[in-house]
């Protein structure tokens, strides 16, 4: 199919990097990218990212949500305060 688009000029930016990154033609990059936004989500690939142990918690997590309310109760009683 034949068509004409107008792109923003940032997303133009981007197409002529990704153009340029992989030596593609205006019509094979707009074609992949049009193809993979299309695709479903469970034909996706799978992304991997890297695991990174972070040691051993410096407080109890067990009371996390309490103390994360107790912070917040905090907080929005100093925003009354200062009228902020």
Do not use: C
């Not at 990704?18 to 019509?27: A, C, P």
């Not at 707009?30 to 410096?58: C, I, M, Q």
């Not at 009371?63 to 994360?68: R, S």
């Amino acid at each position: 199919m034949r068509t004409t688009i107008t792109l923003d000029p940032d997303v133009e930016a981007m197409l002529t990097k990704l153009m340029q990154e992989r030596d593609l033609s205006f019509k094979q990059a707009v074609n992949s990218l049009l193809r993979s936004a299309l695709l479903p989500n469970e034909v996706r690939p799978d992304y991997s990212f890297a695991v990174h142990h972070l040691g051993k918690p410096l407080v109890p997590l067990e009371h996390a949500l309490q103390l994360a309310s107790d912070l917040e109760d905090e907080e929005i009683a100093r925003k009354l305060a200062t009228g902020r």
